[in-house]
C-alpha cells in the first residue's frame, strides 16, 4: 500500500505525497518508524518527532511528512487496521481429522475447521466460515458467509448467525432461559423450545451467554457489538447497531431499540423497552421503559442530568452534616 491506496482507502485530502514508499502498517505516535503509518487524535504529539511515514490528521502539520487530512482519523484508522489485519491473517480453508461432523451437515467453499470440533445434524455452514478449536455446534444451526466462531464456543440446537458475524472464545448461544414457576414450593421448569437468531456483522465478546426463547426467538439484530461478560436472558430483542459494553445483564423479554449505548456493568429488568437512540451509563440499574433518545443513569436509573444534580446535592448534604 502506498499513499495512493491509502486515500483512496480512507478518503481526505493527500499533501506532500510520494508513491514510492510502501507504507508497512500501524503505528502509535512515540513508537512509529519509517514506513509506518500514524493516526492523530489530537495536538499531544509533536509532528516534527513523529518518525513514521504518513500522518493522519485533522488539520495541516507543516511538516515534510506525507499527510492526509481526514476529518475522522479514528474512523480512518479503524478501516486502516482492517485492511492490514484482513491482508495479515487470510487462513488456509481446510477441515481437520480431529473433527465431529455429522452426515447431514451441509458445507460451504472455502470453510475452516479446526480440531475437536462437533457440528450437530442438519445444520449449514455457509461459505468461507471459521470454526476454531474446541467448538460445538449443535442441530439444525446456520452459519452465514464469512462468519467466525472462535475456540470453544458453544452454540446449541436451533441457532442462527448471519454474514460476517463473531463470536469470540467460550461464549455460549442458546442456553435454556431462566424460567420456573412456583408450585407448592417446589419450582418447576418452563421449558424454552426455541432459538436464538444472530443477524449480519455481529460481533460476541468471549464468555457472553444469549439465552434462547421460550416460544419465540431471541433476537440479536444485524450491526450489534457486544462486549465480554455480557448476560442477555430469553426472549429479548437487541436492536440494530446497539452496543453492549463488559458486564451487562439485560433481563428476559427486555427489548432495546436501534442505537442505543450501554456502558458497563448495566443491570436492566425484564419485560421492559428501551427505545432507539438512548443512552445508559455505567453501573444504572433501569426499572422501567425508557424513551427514545434518553440519557440515563443512577439507580434506579433516571434522567442523567436529574441524577447529577442529585448526586451533588447528596455530597453538598454530607459535607454539611460533618
Not at 463470536?167 to 418452563?190: L, M, P, Q, R, S
Request: proline fraction near 2%; aromatic fraction near 4%; charge should be neutral.
Amino acid at each position: 500500500m502506498n499513499c495512493i491506496d491509502l486515500v483512496n482507502l480512507i478518503g481526505g485530502d493527500l499533501i506532500n505525497p510520494n508513491e514510492s514508499i510502501v507504507l508497512n502498517g500501524v503505528a502509535k505516535p512515540g513508537l512509529a518508524k519509517p514506513f509506518d503509518i500514524v493516526f492523530l487524535f489530537d495536538s499531544k504529539f509533536d509532528a516534527k518527532n513523529i518518525k513514521a511515514s504518513l500522518i493522519v490528521s485533522k488539520k495541516e502539520l507543516g511538516t515534510n511528512h506525507i499527510q492526509i487530512i481526514h476529518q475522522n482519523p479514528r474512523l480512518a484508522m479503524a478501516e486502516t487496521l482492517d485492511y492490514f489485519h484482513k491482508q495479515q491473517t487470510k487462513p488456509m480453508p481446510v477441515i481437520a481429522k480431529n473433527v465431529s461432523i455429522h452426515s447431514s451437515v451441509t458445507l460451504g467453499s472455502d470453510v475452516l475447521i479446526e480440531d475437536f470440533v462437533s457440528i450437530g445434524s442438519n445444520t449449514k455452514l455457509a461459505d468461507n466460515v471459521i470454526i476454531n478449536s474446541g467448538a460445538k455446534i449443535g442441530k439444525n444451526c446456520k452459519i452465514g458467509v464469512g462468519s467466525i466462531i472462535h475456540s470453544n464456543v458453544v452454540l446449541y440446537d436451533d441457532c442462527e448467525i448471519g454474514k460476517n458475524s463473531i463470536i469470540h472464545a467460550n461464549t455460549t448461544i442458546g442456553t435454556d432461559g431462566f424460567g420456573y414457576e412456583n408450585n407448592g414450593g417446589k419450582w418447576v421448569k418452563i421449558q424454552h423450545v426455541s432459538g436464538v437468531k444472530i443477524g449480519d456483522n455481529v460481533e460476541i465478546g468471549s464468555h457472553s451467554t444469549v439465552n434462547k426463547g421460550c416460544l419465540s426467538n431471541t433476537v440479536i439484530e444485524n450491526g450489534v457489538k457486544i462486549d465480554d461478560h455480557v448476560h442477555i436472558a430469553h426472549n429479548c430483542v437487541i436492536g440494530e447497531n446497539t452496543i453492549i459494553a463488559g458486564g451487562v445483564l439485560i433481563g428476559g423479554s427486555t427489548e432495546l431499540g436501534t442505537g442505543c449505548i450501554v456502558a458497563g456493568q448495566v443491570c436492566i429488568a425484564e419485560n421492559l423497552k428501551i427505545n432507539k437512540n438512548s443512552m445508559i451509563f455505567a453501573k444504572s440499574g433501569v426499572t422501567k421503559n425508557i424513551d427514545e433518545h434518553s440519557k440515563i443513569s443512577g439507580f434506579p436509573a433516571q434522567d442523567h442530568k436529574v441524577e447529577v444534580k442529585f448526586q451533588s446535592f447528596l455530597r453538598r448534604l454530607f459535607r454539611t452534616n460533618n
